[in-house]
């Protein structure tokens, strides 16, 4: 007791001397470049801002347990027992710090890239830090000799090692879809390449297959392994023919590419990155930043004294990223300190796979891809369809007492392809999990990843409604079928974003949570019956049936993995698939939009079905024609008048039937904005604009 209580003292006075811990910890940062910005506003009284790019230099402690959990990480370690780490980040600042609101907001990089911060919140003095957490020196976060004020950001990080300092090696795959022709093709998770090589280029000692097609069920057709002397690691092409120059990160057929064929090579592989230290790296740059006023060596913190309270966040990957970092506890620093006061995962509905051995971070959605083991939810639940014991993701933060408060905001692209529901009714689809206090959610209702371009006209065929259908992202995924969906998230984003710093910084609370429920009969199976979507013109062939959603799939990684935290070491490449758990959606209304969402102008107004999923096209992409385009979302506009909708068989009413003139039109606008300000979900500026728009807008001219 009295050896605790010296060392409270301890740290006590360490934290008033500005050091960042005793243990792990940011040792040295290194300013790269600094840059001043226009004034935020342009107005008067505007913030003058500047930008720093540097590099943070940190060490962790193995056997603390807010690192111990890191895989791998005693494999990781130097002579002197600490494991090191070169994080780059970027500092948004005002120049003079008197003008800063406290507020600092910790942005995650997706695949290296640091999002836009609003112009808001430099009009409020908001402090914007971003910082890398993404360790495997593949293609967009590869390591560079300084950090730039626009470039990528990036972690250098060490890669396992055997106690006796040999190689840690293991079974690795990666797949190849949509190439044809005789060039060869390099081995990519999204867009980046796969992170790990091949041992040796015998393709002996690698296996090649290729599959005819697969499921959402996991099913495989007509898959044929490709003879060893069919194939090479290299680079070839028309000029350089089979078996080409040889090339670890790229694989050569003698008979070229089958467009028709997906390709799936697995491989002994060496030198993993450990790639949980981004955890830790994210967590120590964001303290540092916040509770210290110096490095080691005497470097001053740029933002020492200034940030009373912080709010993490992030997008899309980097949102299950922040799910990831705080289930597995990194939200306490290394002297048990709570490390931010809110974190923003913003259309991200799983924990990122990135603590485990040979993890892929790029990895979203694909079949074989790692990010819906465990619990997605937030409180304790059973998980009896899978076998594991009740867990939830703040279980860790509840134990210290380290738990933010969360706002979490979704469209319906969430649900249809990026696997969303199970956190909402768990994995037996049977009932609504609870929702603890500190959390808010927010549902988006048929709307894209991250929204569409917003406006009126961007709902009208022939005025601002494109005829093609947007790209799929992803790994060559094709195109969609049908336009993008324009119905807009900034708006609400902009109230919420509102709502999380009045939450953070004054204790006010914001909205209830609103999302589809099954207590109020707002979900269902995800099929076309049950969800009572209407029959559609053009949309015969393409309406969501079954098995149009991504399920998620309940995989077998071996035994030397913890499907609970998602850590550990996989020896199953791929992964067996044990089953397939039941999806559910948003039920829709008789236009084929959802229910159970917050108010939506556009949607409160609309001028068409808008859809959170799109199909994939064929052409020269055609291995996933028919099935869903990844995130991406679409959109069916309404008939003009009645008497072209009849033409076109289709049950949904015209925009004359439902708003007679221009003038109506503008007076539904209006009410809808009124509607989303009372609920909280609409700034007065935001309405302003809103119904200014509509005047301009082409609807019913």
Same mark, same amino acid.
């Given at each position: ?289 916040? !509770? ?39 939200? !306490? ?57 009740? @867990? ?224 994939? @096209? ?76 509509? !005047? ?6």
């Amino acid at each position: 007791m009295f050896q605790a209580f010296k060392t409270s003292l301890l740290v006590a006075g360490l934290m008033t001397l500005g050091i960042s811990s005793l243990h792990a910890r940011v040792t040295r940062i290194v300013i790269d470049e600094v840059r001043a910005v226009p004034a935020a506003t342009g107005g008067a009284g505007a913030i003058a801002y500047e930008q720093v790019a540097g590099r943070a230099f940190g060490e962790l402690d193995p056997k603390l347990a807010q690192n111990a959990i890191i895989q791998d990480i005693e494999l990781a370690k130097d002579a002197d027992g600490k494991v090191r780490y070169m994080a780059s980040f970027v500092i948004y600042k005002p120049v003079d710090l008197k003008q800063a609101s406290g507020l600092m907001w910790h942005d995650v990089p997706n695949r290296g890239r640091v999002f836009p911060y609003a112009p808001e919140e430099f009009a409020m003095g908001d402090i914007g830090l971003a910082s890398a957490w993404q360790g495997d020196n593949a293609g967009a976060t590869t390591v560079k000799p300084k950090a730039t004020i626009n470039g990528l950001q990036f972690l250098q990080i060490p890669v396992a090692r055997q106690p006796n300092g040999s190689p840690v090696t293991g079974r690795v795959f990666a797949r190849i879809v949509n190439r044809s022709g005789p060039a060869s093709a390099p081995l990519l998770v999204q867009t980046n390449p796969v992170p790990y090589q091949p041992m040796s280029l015998d393709t002996r000692q690698s296996q090649l297959v290729s599959r005819g097609r697969e499921n959402m069920a996991g099913e495989v057709f007509d898959e044929q392994v490709m003879p060893a002397s069919e194939w090479a690691w290299a680079k070839c092409d028309a000029q350089t023919p089979f078996p080409g120059t040889p090339d670890p990160t790229q694989i050569c057929l003698k008979s070229g590419f089958d467009p028709k064929r997906l390709y799936q090579v697995t491989f002994q592989a060496r030198d993993p990155y450990v790639l949980g230290i981004g955890f830790a790296a994210w967590r120590d740059v964001g303290a540092f930043f916040k !509770q210290a006023r110096a490095d080691d060596s005497g470097t001053p913190n740029p933002l020492a004294g200034v940030v009373r309270h912080s709010i993490g966040r992030g997008v899309s990957q980097s949102g299950n990223y922040l799910r990831g970092w705080l289930h597995l506890g990194f939200n !306490q620093d290394e002297v048990g300190r709570q490390v931010h006061d809110g974190l923003w995962p913003i259309i991200a509905g799983r924990r990122i796979a990135l603590n485990f051995r040979w993890a892929q971070p790029d990895g979203v959605l694909e079949l074989y891809q790692a990010g819906s083991e465990g619990p997605q939810w937030w409180l304790p639940h059973p998980d009896s369809v899978r076998g594991l014991p009740p @867990a939830g993701i703040l279980d860790r933060c509840t134990r210290t007492q380290t738990c933010p408060k969360i706002i979490e905001h979704f469209g319906s692209a969430e649900v249809w392809a990026l696997k969303l529901t199970p956190e909402w009714v768990g994995t037996d689809a049977k009932q609504d999990l609870p929702l603890p206090t500190n959390v808010r959610r927010y549902y988006i209702a048929s709307s894209n990843h991250g929204g569409g371009a917003g406006g009126f006209d961007t709902s009208l065929p022939g005025v601002g409604l494109p005829t093609a259908g947007p790209m799929c992202p992803g790994n060559n995924f094709g195109q969609a079928v049908l336009p993008a969906n324009p119905v807009p998230h900034k708006e609400t984003v902009n109230a919420l974003r509102v709502h999380f710093r009045q939450w953070v910084m004054k204790g006010v609370e914001p909205p209830p949570s609103r999302y589809p429920l099954l207590s109020r009969n707002e979900l269902a199976l995800a099929e076309k019956t049950a969800l009572g979507f209407p029959t559609l013109p053009g949309l015969r062939s393409t309406i969501p049936e079954r098995d149009f959603i991504m399920p998620v799939h309940d995989y077998d990684w071996g035994p030397d993995f913890n499907a609970l935290d998602g850590t550990g070491i996989p020896t199953l490449a791929p992964p067996r698939i044990k089953q397939v758990l039941t999806m559910l959606a948003p039920k829709v209304d008789a236009d084929g939009n959802e229910l159970g969402g917050v108010p939506v102008v556009l949607l409160d107004a609309p001028l068409g079905t808008y859809l959170g999923w799109n199909v994939t @096209a064929g052409g020269d992409k055609p291995f996933h024609q028919g099935e869903i385009c990844n995130y991406v979302g679409g959109m069916v506009p309404f008939a003009r008048t009645r008497a072209q909708r009849l033409a076109q068989s289709d049950s949904r009413l015209s925009l004359e039937e439902r708003y007679g003139s221009h003038e109506g039109y503008v007076t539904a606008v209006r009410l809808a904005t009124e509607r989303a300000k009372q609920a909280g979900f609409l700034l007065p500026e935001d309405a302003k604009n809103l119904v200014e728009a509509a !005047q301009r807008s082409q609807v019913l001219r």
